[in-house]
C-alpha cells in the first residue's frame, strides 16, 4: 500500500514552546491531508483537512491559530503546534488520501506513524 | 446521533474461531466504508474498503455492507492472538473529502 511518513514520532517539549510535525506522502501525491489527534483509548478525532495550495479546513472546537497547518506541496503538510500546554499532549496522526476512483487511486486513507507530544 | 458507531467491546474469541466486527453509520449518502486494524500505542492500518453492497473476500477478512440497513461488519477466520488490536469503521462522504470513523472495538483472540 501507499506509505505515509510522519515525524516526529516522539516529543517531549516544555510548555509555551511551538512543535511542528511534518507528514509526506512517500510514494504518491496528495492533494488532500487530513490531521488527527488521538487521546488514550478513544477514537481518532478529526482536527483539520489540509488542502495543498489553499487554507486549511478546521472542525469546529479546534483552534486555527493554536494548530497551524500548511500543505504548501503534493507531498508535504504540516502542523504546528503553537505555544503547547499539557492539555495538548496527544498523539497526533496524519494521513493522506490516494486520489480517487479512476484516478489511479481508490481514496483509501493512508495514515502516518503518529507523533506522540507529550508537554511539560 | 454519532456519524459511526461500533460497538466498544472487548470482542473476546478463542485462537482459530471467527471474529465478527459491526458497525453503523447514520448518513446515506455515505460513499465507501473502510476497517481499519489500531494496535496499542500505533497508527491505524487499513484492513480493507468496501464499495458495493454485498461482500468482500480478502484472505481471512470479509467486509459485508448493507445499505439498506446502513450496516457494515468485519469478519476474521481463523483468527490468531496477533489480531488481537482495536479495529476501527471509518466511512467516507463529500466525494472522499471526510471521513468519520466509529470509536472502534477492541478484540482480544485468546491462545
Known amino acids: 500500500g501507499a506509505v505515509v511518513s510522519q515525524h516526529p514520532s516522539w516529543v517531549i517539549c516544555k510548555s509555551g514552546t511551538s512543535v511542528k510535525i511534518e507528514c509526506r506522502s512517500l510514494d504518491f501525491q496528495a492533494t488532500t491531508m487530513f490531521w488527527y489527534r488521538q487521546f488514550p483509548k478513544q477514537s481518532l478525532m478529526l482536527m483539520a483537512t489540509s488542502n495543498e495550495g489553499s487554507k486549511a479546513t478546521y472542525e469546529q472546537g479546534v483552534e486555527k491559530d493554536k494548530f497551524l497547518i500548511n500543505h504548501a506541496s503534493l507531498t508535504l503538510s504540516t502542523l504546528t503546534v503553537t505555544s503547547a500546554h499539557p492539555e495538548d499532549s496527544s498523539f497526533y496522526i496524519c494521513?493522506?488520501?490516494?486520489?480517487?476512483?479512476?484516478?489511479?487511486?481508490?481514496?483509501?486513507?493512508?495514515f502516518g506513524e503518529g507523533s506522540r507530544l507529550t508537554v511539560l | 446521533q454519532k456519524e459511526v458507531e461500533q460497538n466498544s467491546g472487548p470482542l473476546s474469541v478463542p485462537e482459530g474461531a471467527i471474529a465478527s466486527l459491526n458497525c453503523t453509520y447514520s448518513d446515506r449518502g455515505s460513499q465507501s466504508f473502510f476497517w481499519y486494524r489500531q494496535y496499542s500505542g500505533k497508527s491505524p492500518e487499513l484492513i480493507m474498503f468496501i464499495y458495493s453492497n454485498g461482500d468482500k473476500e480478502d484472505g481471512r477478512f470479509t467486509a459485508q455492507l448493507n445499505k439498506a440497513s446502513q450496516y457494515v461488519s468485519l469478519l476474521i477466520r481463523d483468527s490468531q492472538p496477533s489480531d488481537s488490536a482495536t479495529y476501527l469503521c471509518a466511512v467516507a462522504r463529500y466525494n472522499f473529502n471526510k471521513f468519520y470513523f466509529g470509536s472502534g472495538t477492541k478484540l482480544n483472540v485468546k491462545p
Open positions: 494521513s493522506a488520501r490516494q486520489g480517487l476512483a479512476g484516478a489511479g487511486g481508490t481514496g483509501e486513507l493512508f
